[in-house]
């Protein structure tokens, strides 16, 4: 790789100044994949403090390379088979911070839906919506798989519930009951009339 030595990362000052608190810090930091500045091909980079904190040690991975170690995650069946395990789930979409739906690779235009995303990952806190009888209709998680200043693996996970199997054996439990009622109301009027 010997295009990418001899890089002056002081023309990039945002990035320089990452890569000094990386160098500064005690931990190792993993960057999202990316393009090398003199070829663009795409790499994953990881950045290690030395000892003595006066040097830092980059490490790149080729986009081809990344594939031997990383297996594809297929989004639309962890949705089924999710949605085997938990009737109750209607849909679950994960959403990028550019609002693409992950597995589907549509980007959401729904602006209402767009907010609340923007709204879960500034705040990086969960969000709930309800139902008029109280039971979550939506809820979106917020997750972030790589807790560095290098990477933005910031994900929002939307899952929508189906409480209709739930009203209708709610439904199916109310009329025994009210049957069951009228049986002792007729069974007590025949008692006392006889």
């Known amino acids: 790789m010997p295009q990418a030595l001899g890089i002056d990362f002081k023309e990039f000052k945002d990035f320089y100044e990452i890569l000094n608190k990386v160098r500064e810090g005690d931990k190792i930091q993993i960057s999202n994949v990316t393009s090398e500045i003199r070829t663009n091909q795409l790499r994953k980079w990881g950045y290690a403090p030395s000892y003595d904190h006066k040097y830092l040690l980059e490490v790149g991975l080729s986009s081809r390379e990344l594939m031997k170690y990383i297996e594809k995650i297929d989004y639309i069946q962890m949705e089924k088979t999710l949605k085997s395990k938990n009737p109750y789930i209607k849909s679950l979409d994960v959403y990028d911070v550019h609002h693409v739906i992950l597995g589907n690779y549509v980007q959401e235009n ?56 739930i009203y209708k054996k709610i439904h199916e439990t109310n009329i025994k009951l009210l049957m069951f009622i009228c049986i002792f109301i007729s069974l007590i009027v025949v008692f006392l009339v006889a």
Request: overall charge negative.
């Open 110 to 165: 729904d602006p209402n839906e767009k907010k609340i995303i923007d709204k879960v990952l500034s705040s990086q806190k969960d969000y709930i919506i309800k139902n008029e009888d109280g039971f979550i209709s939506k809820e979106y998680i917020f997750i972030k798989t790589f807790a560095n200043v290098l990477d933005d693996s910031k994900k929002v996970i939307r899952l929508e519930y189906d409480y209709n199997a």
